[in-house]
Nanobody, 120 residues
Framework: QVQLVESGGGLVQAGGSLRLSCAAS?????????????MNWYRQAPGKQRELVAG???????NYADSVEGRFTISRDNAKNTVYLQMNSLKSEDTAVYYC?????????WGKGTQVTVSA
């Protein structure tokens, strides 16, 4: 089993910044296992489907949704089993619940999410 705990959400004005964190734990992540796990951030706004925001592979390769490219940065600290999402120049349309996702040995694990609200 893998447990994912997100933090860092909150209320911010448009143009502001937030940094989300996702701490991963579980026996399956012992040793250096986390370093090869693909980690992703998704978000879900009210009335909309959950969408991929950003992903980072075990090798450090990253990918972003077009809507956040150039504003958001995903990174990881393998020593802390943690992945981050730095969000800059936030817009009202970034308001959503943000979820951390891990793909481990073919299984997909999810955190409970953290609310990000951007006021106009």
């Amino acid at each position: 089993q893998v447990q994912l705990v997100e933090s860092g959400g909150g209320l911010v004005q448009a143009g502001g910044s937030l940094r989300l964190s996702c701490a991963a734990s579980g026996a399956i992540l012992s040793g250096s296992m986390f370093s090869i796990v693909s980690m992703n951030w998704y978000r879900q706004a009210p009335g909309k489907q959950r969408e991929l925001v950003a992903g980072i592979s075990g090798g450090g390769g990253t990918n972003y949704a077009d809507s956040v490219e150039g504003r958001f940065t995903i990174s990881r600290d393998n020593a802390k089993n943690t992945v981050y999402l730095q969000m800059n120049s936030l817009k009202s349309e970034d308001t959503a619940v943000y979820y951390c996702n891990a793909i481990v040995r073919g299984y997909s694990y999810w955190g409970k999410g953290t609310q990000v609200t951007v006021s106009a």
